[in-house]
């Protein structure tokens, strides 16, 4: 149950080095106690510098942290009550599981007993009873992180940190340790915080994903308003599933414009409240999964539907789907997902003329 202990708020984070680089720039943020949030963002984008500062490892150079009401700048890890957990696991090779679970409390100065009680109730809870006595080396990478995973849980934080923790495992034991986090995180009722650089990881896992590039902070809320109403461009193509069009307003009447480029004809777009003018220069998204390839022909495009003519100039097949890449654009990078019992029953290849059609509804307006 949320008692608001893991409530943390950054207000005006920053983090220069040598007082030149700005690896976190100006960054406000509430994340609620028992929420499961996700910093999302490529190599050097702060996401990993926010995380340290909230665990203590690094100072910020300017602006608070506060966890539960308290800021904890200054503070040692112990003491703000964060753990975290590593890339690398971080295993003592020559303890066994329980020692390694128990090792925070050893430190703490618990009594053997007290310190195996609740290793063994912590063994339990992640589902490793029977490995209780065996060495790292003779477990495997999904037994491993969940070692690690009862090792930070242990000490009962208020907030568990963890630092791109699926990346070394292979794929299905990558999905099979998402439920496993998710599980732990419900049962445990405290604030993860979550750093990765793979979009459908984040979607996956979060209550709260935050979008991240160059210090700053480009959106932030529930995985699936950030992921189907990005607020930009940047957004929108670092998360994926969405194509991009830039154009110029031709005409404005009943809430839509009517928008053209080069690569563009004059189609429409839901200006969802937003006041533009003629000649005014728009961005706009359309999700992969929302585009329908038709064959060219006069009924080919239903009312209130856009369309654009292109060419495949890719297939690729991707099980419950076939992902179509289309030069609409001029470029290779607009894509249909297509389902693939529907690209089967008329399936298109490369060098085909085809329209990509979508609702008009469907596209969303950017920033």
Partial sequence: MATGQGHIELAGLCKS??????????????????????????????????????????DPSAGEILIGGENVVGMAPVERRTAMMFQSYALFPH???????????????????????????????VRLTEF????????????????????AAITQPRVLLLDEPLSALDEQLRVQMRQELLRMQRDLGITFIHVTHTQMEAIALADMVVVMDRGHIKQAGPAREVYATPRDRYVAEFLGGQNVLAAKVRTVAGGR??????TVREIEVPLAGRSFSAGDAIEFAVRRDDIVLKRPGPDAVAPDTAALSSRVTGVEYQGSFVKVMLDALGREDFIAY???????????AIGDVVLATWPVEHAHLLA
């Fill in 95 to 125: 303890l066994t599981v329980r020692d390694n679970i128990a090792f925070a409390l050893r430190v703490r100065g618990l009594s053997k007993a007290e310190r195996n009680k609740a290793a063994d109730a912590m063994i339990e809870k």
């Fill in 338 to 348: 297509v389902p693939e019992r529907t690209f089967f029953r008329d399936p298109v």
């Fill in 257 to 262: 414009a009517v928008v053209a480029s080069p």
């Fill in 17 to 58: 080095y040598d007082g030149v680089t700005m690896a976190v720039d100006g960054v406000n943020l509430k994340i609620e106690d028992g929420a499961y949030c996700c910093f999302l963002g490529p190599s050097g984008c702060g996401k990993t510098t926010i995380l340290r500062m909230i665990a203590g490892h690094e």
């Fill in 132 to 151: 209780a006595d065996r060495l790292p080396a003779q477990l495997s990478g999904g037994q491993q992180q969940r070692v690690a995973l009862a090792r």
